[in-house]
Structures are given as structure tokens and as C-alpha cells.
């Protein structure tokens, strides 16, 4: 060694990133250090024994940089592998890279040589990634190497026409690369590790938020169980007198037409009623309905005809997209279902009932848009068509039910505006929903 607000084009993804503060980014970190020591060293080589002439143990030398590419060759291939990597073997590496680097000051004046300081890189990454007893190991590896190269070394050789300062000139010259080094080294790298942690505050962050939002979400589905145990008697009670009621007054045309209006209202709570006690042993049981998408959609357009009749639906899919098989979750209907209720909303603030629903399949994801022909998202950051809407009726939780939905899913929830309203489209993996 020598990353919620709502603008246009929001999305709204299920993300996990990557790169954590931690051994594996420490290591990938030192990868590329490596490489750069690997350029660095040979430069540093070849141009002391060819331009300088100096008179160093040039094979002992290469044979250590050598050892160093082997050994950056089999880093590279251990990064590509599944299993996690471990603190203890980011030591391994640290220690590696310290034993080559201190095979190599031996044979280049030891603690003399400027280039010293370089052992103290691995203890600076390694402060902002591992444990404070992984520190320490490291500082000690470090240390050790530095005592023994003030006593055990190979001497620089006198370049030829040297003044009686003798490597003076050239060790401050060494000095002066030697910091430049160190200091784009540390910044570099150590911006990069910063940067990994600040997208894993980012990532706590988003997950505090989730959590808070679940919340949510579970205590209005525990009211809403409640609730519906509790409107069963009352509605058993109204099933039960309405008949009678209408033999009572068989002669009233217009009282007539009204009770059976309650009649047939009252039947329909009781649908709901038992639909959502379905829903929920269904999300219970987590077992998955399996439909084609052209089954599922229908199914879904059918439940939203009677409860917005007066929506006007155009719907696009295509014979490939309509024919996959998909295990579809318990509260994927409900999603799709809030999101087409919210653009029938925003499409009414226009004077219009018209709303689109596009079904295809891209890249591997199944993707469900809903178009309205509504105001659009604010500039202000917050919505003002989909989602938490500034309507009276409802209860604001569509959107947030449905992007719930997407992360449990893998998938991504995109919000944009359009030129005739706005547009949110649930992507979903088809590796995750559809039958394999």
C-alpha cells in the first residue's frame, strides 16, 4: 500500500442500500486502495532504479508487488460472493495489505523510508467501520511493523553524484510525495466511507418513518375490526325489520321504493362487512390468491363499478400481460382499489369522471397506472390529487395503504403529473407475484 415528499416525478421505492458503514464497505474500500498502492509502488520502483539509478533489490522488490495483485485478484473475487463478510476478515485483509507494505519498506530503508507513514491508512478507515478492539488489533499490526523496520531494514543506496548530504534532498523529496499521498488517500476514501454513512442514517430514517406509518395503519385496522363487530348486530336488526316494514306499509309506492333503497344498502354493508373479515384471515393465513392478471383486474373493476358507478373507466392491457399467473396478495386489491377511488376524486375537482387504468409488463415488473384527470400534484410538496388529498371525505390513508403494500412487496410506488392530470404507478417484481 503506498439516499418522503411528493413533486412531480416523485418515487416512492421499497429501498435497501447497498453499501453499509461496516467490514464489507472497509473492504471494498481497501480493493480499491490496493489498486491504486499497486500502481503507485510500481511507479515508485521502476523509477528509482531507472531514473534515479538507485541501486535497490529491484526483483525482492516486484516479487512483493506481485504478491500484492495476487492477493487484490482474490479480494475482488471474495467481493462478488454471497456470504457477508465478517470484521475478523476485514482484519485479514488490513493485515495482508501491512505485512506487504512492510516487506517492502524492508527492502527500502525501513523506518527511514518516508513512505513510514503509510502504515497508519489501514488505522484511519478502519476508525470510521469496525469496533473499537478491531482498532486496536489493527493499531497494533501497525505498530509492530514500525518497530521493527526502525531496527531491521535493507539501507537506501547513495544515488551516484550525491553532495555530501547524501539522501537528504531526496528523502524530503519522498516527504513532500509521501503527504500528497496521504492526503488524497484520506480524503478520498474516507469521504467515501462518510458518504455510506450518511445513506445509512438515511436508510434508519426511512425505516423509523415506515414503522411510525405501520403503526398507523395497524391501529385503524384495529378500529376498523372493532367497528365491524360491532355494526353486525345493528345491521341484523335492520335485515330483520325492513322486510316486515314493507308488508306493513305494502301500500305506500313511495315508502316502498325507499325501504327496499335500505334494503338493498343494508345488504350491502353486510357484504363489505364479511369481505373485510375474509380480508383479513386472508392476511392472516398469508396465503396468496392465484389469478391471472386479466382475472384480478376484472375482478378489481368490478368491485369499483359498484362502489363509483359513476366513474368512467378506460382500461389498457394487452393479451401477454392479461395471461401471467400472479400470486396475488391479500392487500393488493385493496390497493389498487384506493388508488382508483383517489383518481375519481381528483378527477371530480375537474368536472370529470374519466379515469385510465394502464396494466403491462416491463423489464420484469408488473406495472398498474392510474391516470385522472384531476388538478395534478402541488409545487408546494404536497399532493393535491392522489394520495393524502385535501378532499372531506375519506380517510387520507389511500396512498399510504398502497406504497405499505408495494415495500412489502419489493416494489416502488411512482407518483408524476401529466398534461391532462397526474399518475401513480405500482411497479411490482414479478419475480415476487408472479407463479413460478
Not at 395471461?323 to 383518481?343: E, Y
Not at 394502464?358 to 402541488?378: A, E, I, N
Request: aromatic letters at 6%.
Amino acid at each position: 500500500m503506498a439516499g418522503a415528499t411528493f413533486h412531480e416525478g416523485i418515487r416512492m421505492p421499497h429501498q435497501t442500500p447497498s453499501q453499509r458503514i461496516g467490514p464489507f464497505a472497509l473492504t471494498r474500500t481497501l480493493a480499491w486502495l490496493r489498486l491504486c498502492a499497486i500502481a503507485g509502488q510500481s511507479m515508485a520502483v521502476l523509477t528509482c532504479a531507472w531514473w534515479l539509478h538507485l541501486d535497490i533489490p529491484l526483483l525482492p522488490l516486484l516479487v512483493g508487488i506481485g504478491l500484492l495483485a495476487v492477493f487484490s485478484v482474490f479480494a475482488a473475487w471474495r467481493l462478488r460472493q454471497p456470504w457477508p463478510v465478517g470484521e475478523w476478515e476485514a482484519i485479514g485483509h488490513i493485515a495482508a495489505d501491512t505485512l506487504v507494505l512492510g516487506y517492502l519498506l524492508y527492502f527500502s530503508g525501513g523506518a527511514s523510508n518516508p513512505f513510514i507513514t503509510l502504515l497508519l491508512v489501514p488505522i484511519a478507515l478502519s476508525a470510521a467501520a469496525l469496533s473499537g478492539r478491531a482498532i486496536l488489533t489493527i493499531a497494533a499490526l501497525a505498530g509492530v511493523a514500525y518497530a521493527l523496520l526502525l531496527y531491521r531494514y535493507v539501507p537506501l543506496p547513495i544515488p551516484p553524484h550525491a553532495g555530501p548530504a547524501g539522501l537528504f534532498p531526496l528523502h524530503v523529496i519522498g516527504m513532500g510525495v509521501n503527504f500528497v499521498i496521504s492526503a488524497v488517500l484520506l480524503a478520498f476514501f474516507i469521504s467515501r466511507l462518510a458518504h455510506v454513512l450518511r445513506l445509512q442514517q438515511l436508510e434508519v430514517q426511512r425505516v423509523r418513518e415506515r414503522a411510525l406509518r405501520d403503526e398507523g395503519i395497524l391501529a385503524i385496522a384495529t378500529q376498523a375490526a372493532g367497528a365491524a363487530h360491532e355494526l353486525n348486530t345493528p345491521l341484523s336488526t335492520m335485515r330483520t325489520l325492513l322486510p316486515e316494514l314493507r308488508r306493513e306499509h305494502a301500500g305506500n309506492a313511495q315508502l316502498d321504493e325507499d325501504l327496499e333503497l335500505l334494503e338493498g344498502q343494508v345488504g350491502r354493508c353486510g357484504t363489505i362487512l364479511r369481505e373485510m373479515v375474509a380480508f383479513g384471515k386472508a392476511q392472516l393465513s398469508q396465503e396468496p390468491e392465484r389469478l391471472s392478471v386479466a382475472g384480478f383486474i376484472h375482478g378489481c373493476l368490478e368491485r369499483f363499478q359498484l362502489l363509483r358507478p359513476e366513474a368512467e373507466l378506460d382500461l389498457s392491457m394487452d393479451k401477454s400481460t392479461a395471461q401471467i399467473v400472479l400470486r396475488t396478495p391479500p392487500g393488493l386489491r385493496h390497493s389498487l382499489l384506493n388508488l382508483l377511488n383517489n383518481a375519481v376524486d381528483a378527477s371530480a375537482t375537474q368536472q370529470s369522471q374519466a379515469v385510465a387504468l394502464d396494466v403491462s409488463t416491463r423489464d420484469g415488473w408488473l406495472q398498474l397506472s392510474v391516470r385522472d384527470h384531476g388538478p395534478g400534484f402541488g409545487t408546494t410538496g404536497e399532493p393535491t390529487a392522489l394520495g393524502h388529498s385535501q378532499k372531506l371525505t375519506g380517510l387520507g390513508i389511500g396512498l399510504a395503504l398502497a406504497e405499505a403494500t408495494a415495500e412489502r412487496l419489493d416494489g416502488e410506488l411512482v407518483a408524476r403529473n401529466t398534461d391532462h392530470g397526474a399518475e401513480v404507478c405500482l411497479r411490482l417484481p414479478m419475480a415476487v407475484i408472479a407463479e413460478k
